[in-house]
């Protein structure tokens, strides 16, 4: 049965009654790699609002995806959660985990202050909530700070300016990972040395960075 509002509503109560969350300036992605896995791979979301999805397991299979959104209050962190949750079947009961949170062996997801993180169990014999309260004791020990990255910027090309030629595009220095957004006559392209947008007619084009640095902040307009 597929989650329902309400139910998202009654696992978020817990956070409303709680002190002032404190507002973290983001997670160190390193820290968050559970024992005995490495990281495979991240990626930046295609939109704003959206989690940064990691990629953890042993050698080269995926065995968690863990989904991180640092979010500019603790009401962004609860829509994620909430929007999360509505995605789940059969959801896992009620865990001690960060403010709100619920999980079991294959799928935990919690909030804790301005932070959301799912862990979701694809393969392998992890164990999802325990790799979520590990996460949850980095989150804890997060320091305070703007949870914001700089935007990246859009970039407008007119015909003069975008020709025939494949143009290179420069990512902001500092960036874990990235998503080029093109709208108009072109697409992008990546190469062994980098991106490049590629024009497919006339008229104007404009290029966009969505980009996420290390502490998981990603970049919002």
């Avoid at 791979?41 to 939109?47: G, L, R, W």
């Avoid at 609002?49 to 968690?64: A, D, F, I, N, S």
């Avoid at 999980?103 to 959301?116: E, K, M, P, S, Y």
């Avoid at 902001?172 to 006559?185: K, M, S, T, Y």
């Amino acid at each position: 049965m597929k989650t329902s509002l309400i139910g998202c509503l009654v696992w978020l109560a817990p956070l409303a009654a709680a002190a002032e969350p404190v507002v973290h300036g983001g997670v160190a992605v390193d820290e968050l790699t559970p024992a005995e896995m490495q990281r495979l791979s991240v990626t930046a979301p295609t939109e704003a609002g959206r989690p940064v999805r990691l990629v953890y397991g042993r050698g080269t299979t995926p065995e968690l995806l863990v989904d991180v959104r640092v979010a500019a209050d603790a009401d962004g962190a609860r829509a994620a959660l909430a929007a999360r949750l509505r995605t789940v079947t059969s959801p896992p009961p009620e865990a001690a985990l960060g403010d709100a949170g619920l999980g079991d062996a294959g799928f935990a997801a919690f909030v804790r202050d301005n932070v959301f993180v799912s862990v979701h169990r694809v393969a392998g014999e992890a164990d999802a909530l325990a790799a979520a309260r590990a996460m949850d004791a980095v989150v804890v020990a997060a320091p305070e700070g703007s949870p914001a990255l700089e935007p990246g910027g859009r970039r407008w090309y007119d015909d003069a300016q975008l020709g025939e030629r494949p143009l290179p595009v420069e990512f902001p220095q500092g960036l874990l990972a990235a998503q080029l957004e093109v709208c108009g006559p072109a697409y992008a392209r990546r190469t062994g040395d980098g991106w490049v947008v590629v024009r497919t007619g006339p008229g104007t084009v404009t290029v966009r960075v969505l980009g996420v640095d290390r502490l998981l902040r990603t970049a919002a307009e």
